[in-house]
Every structure is written in structure tokens, then in C-alpha cells.
């Protein structure tokens, strides 16, 4: 069954791509002030199809609610809205689910990091079992 294997290698392949691919206009990206996450949301889940030959909705997917574990403690939340879904190759009925953040150096840059860092919180903290979850991943 298709899918990725590894969030961060599948993510550092994906940029060296789309560095490649789109060297010329990435530059241009810093005018829009952070307003770009989720162009790079729809970037990652093509070049996922592409990339990969997964189907979209079965093996990979946009927009999803995951569930968190509330024994963890500290849980302020049932559940935590991600950016993508990924299957996991190694373990087809697992996902791998992934939130992104795009902070710049501006005016923006703290609150952005501390939303990241948020994220990276909750992503940690996913109930595997209600979800397949292989992992949660804050990129």
C-alpha cells in the first residue's frame, strides 16, 4: 500500500524539490507576511500525490481532527485540527499526521514560534489508538 515511511526525510525531499522547482518565485514568498501555510499545505499534499501515487483521501488528506490523549495530563482540548494525513508505508492502517508552521523574521516571529511550539505540544500527544496514529509531527 503506498505511503511515506519517515515525516522528516519525506519533508527534507519535498523542499529540496520544490527548491529546485520553484527557485525563481520562492524569493516572493516573504511579501505576503505569513500568509502562506497553507499554499505550502496544498504544495506538500500534490507533490505527495505526484511524488508517491497516493490516492487523495484514502492515502493522504487535508484537514483533519485528530484526537488527544487526555491522559497525558495538562489537556486543555479533546482534539487538535492537523494540516495533512499521511499513510504510513511501513504500517498501511497507521497515518502520519502533520501540522505546519511558516514563521518569518518580522513583527510576527514570536507569536508564531510559540504557536509552533504549541503545536509540536499537541502533535506529541495524539491518542495513537482511536486514530492509527504512527506519528504526529509539527514541521
Known sequence: MPGISHVAHTFLAFLTDLKSRRAPSLSELSRLRNGFEGWLKIEL???LIERYGLRAGEDVGVE???WLD????QMDRATKQCDLWVRDAEAPGYYHYIELKVPFANYNQG?????????FWYMSRLLAGDQSAATGSAI
Not at 487526555?70 to 495530563?73: A, I, V, Y
Not at 507569536?111 to 503545536?119: N, P, T, V
Open 70 to 73: 487526555q491522559r497525558r495530563g
Open 111 to 119: 507569536k508564531l514560534f510559540l504557536s509552533a511550539s504549541d503545536d
Open 45 to 47: 499534499y500534490l507533490w
Open 64 to 66: 483533519y481532527k485528530v
